[in-house]
């Protein structure tokens, strides 16, 4: 085994690199995935309206009211 301790400059540069897109990769990935939150969380709150309607009837005395 020959460890080079502390490494050279050159791998420190290339492990900044590597780790910076990383986090830009990251980033993006967690952009993504909060859009997607935000789209399941309006689809959860339809669908819970629906069921709501299923079983108890419309609310607004059976008119039928777009949002």
């Given at each position: ?24 990769v ?8 909060k ?8 689809e ?24």
């Open positions: 085994m020959t460890d080079h301790y502390p490494k050279p400059r050159w791998d420190l540069e290339n492990d900044v690199l590597r780790l910076e897109q990383m986090i830009i990251y980033e993006q990935e967690i952009e993504q995935l859009i997607e939150k935000k789209e399941l969380k309006q959860i709150t339809f669908l819970k309206t629906q069921l709501n309607y299923l079983s108890l009837g419309n609310p607004n005395g059976g008119e039928d009211v777009e949002s």
